[in-house]
């Protein structure tokens, strides 16, 4: 599990390496997010970019715990 920071809030995600060789990050804590990168480091830069959309849609900080 990581950290990672959005907006001025911390949230945590999870990321799996799948068969395929690639790596996967969800996150319990906001709610939608998916991203999958060749590296770890990619997917944790992906899934900020996808937190950020998610808030950002939804309106504000709605992060779930």
């Given at each position: 599990?990581i950290?990672?920071?959005?907006?001025k809030?911390?949230?945590?995600?999870?990321?799996?390496r799948?068969?395929?060789?690639?790596y996967?990050?969800?996150s319990d804590?906001?709610?939608?997010?998916?991203?999958?990168?060749r590296?770890?480091?990619?997917?944790?830069?992906?899934?900020r970019?996808v937190?950020?959309?998610?808030i950002?849609?939804?309106?504000?900080?709605?992060?779930?715990?």
């Amino acid at each position: 599990m990581i950290e990672i920071m959005v907006q001025k809030s911390t949230f945590r995600i999870n990321i799996a390496r799948l068969p395929e060789g690639v790596y996967l990050a969800t996150s319990d804590d906001v709610q939608g997010l998916v991203a999958q990168g060749r590296t770890v480091y990619e997917t944790v830069e992906i899934a900020r970019d996808v937190a950020r959309k998610l808030i950002e849609a939804q309106g504000g900080l709605s992060l779930q715990y």
